[in-house]
């Protein structure tokens, strides 16, 4: 079981940068690969990023592809998004989430893990 708890979302304008973290618990975090989702209101819950266990792969949606960047430290069970040029579009309550496997699933639906979320607001 993983227990994951987010931080650092917050209130930026629009070109500032902001940096998640996802804390989690439990010892198996550094098998599980992690990813991070984000929803705005009146829209369905997308797919920011992922990351297998080992860091050695990652994939992004085209939206934040080149601006956001995913990143884990195993020794410190933490995976964390930077976010850069960030945009009014960008605003969302962003979730962290993991599933066991190799290959960075894009649905949520296979992650079984999942984070509280952290509200990111993006002022123009």
């Known amino acids: 079981q993983v227990q994951l708890v987010e931080s650092g979302g917050g209130l930026v304008q629009a070109g500032g940068s902001l940096r998640l973290s996802c804390a989690a618990s439990?010892?198996?975090?550094?098998?599980?690969?992690m990813g991070w989702f984000r929803q705005a209101p009146g829209s369905e819950r997308e797919f920011v990023a992922g990351?297998?266990?080992?860091?050695?792969?990652?994939s992004y949606a085209s939206v934040v592809k080149g601006r956001f960047t995913i990143s884990r430290d195993n020794a410190k069970s933490t995976v964390f998004l930077q976010m850069n040029s960030l945009q009014p579009e960008d605003t969302a309550v962003y979730y962290c989430?993991?599933?066991?496997?190799?290959?960075?699933?894009?649905?949520?639906?296979?992650?079984?893990?999942w984070g509280q979320g952290t509200q990111v607001t993006v002022s123009s």
């Open positions: 990351i297998t266990w080992d860091g050695g792969r990652t």
């Open positions: 439990g010892r198996t975090f550094s098998s599980v690969v």
């Open positions: 989430a993991g599933t066991r496997g190799v290959v960075i699933p894009l649905r949520q639906q296979v992650y079984n893990y």
